[in-house]
């Protein structure tokens, strides 16, 4: 049962130490250039979007607000 445990660890390590000295794929430049335009869109998208949201919300909240202000006397302050 130890010379199994034995193996069986020798053959992940092995796997490992492959693992770690296979050489990479190259990444090509453009493709690296592709990507982070890719994500600085979509960070500029996700902004943009959430301005838009939370314009929407202040507006509807104003709305809101001077409809029931309409409804009854104006209050001071």
């Given at each position: 049962?130890?010379g199994y445990a034995f193996s069986?660890?020798?053959?992940?390590?092995?796997?490992?130490?492959?693992?770690?000295?296979?050489?990479?794929?190259?990444?090509?430049?453009?493709?690296?250039?592709?990507?982070?335009?890719?994500?600085?869109?979509?960070?500029k998208e996700t902004i943009e979007?959430?301005?838009?949201?939370?314009?929407?919300?202040?507006?509807?909240?104003?709305?809101?607000?001077?409809?029931?202000?309409?409804?009854?006397?104006?209050?001071?302050?």
């Amino acid at each position: 049962m130890a010379g199994y445990a034995f193996s069986h660890e020798t053959v992940f390590a092995d796997l490992r130490l492959a693992a770690m000295t296979r050489e990479r794929e190259p990444s090509s430049k453009a493709y690296r250039q592709d990507r982070f335009e890719n994500t600085e869109r979509a960070a500029k998208e996700t902004i943009e979007a959430e301005q838009r949201a939370r314009r929407e919300k202040t507006k509807r909240l104003k709305e809101l607000r001077l409809s029931k202000q309409s409804g009854k006397d104006p209050a001071p302050g």
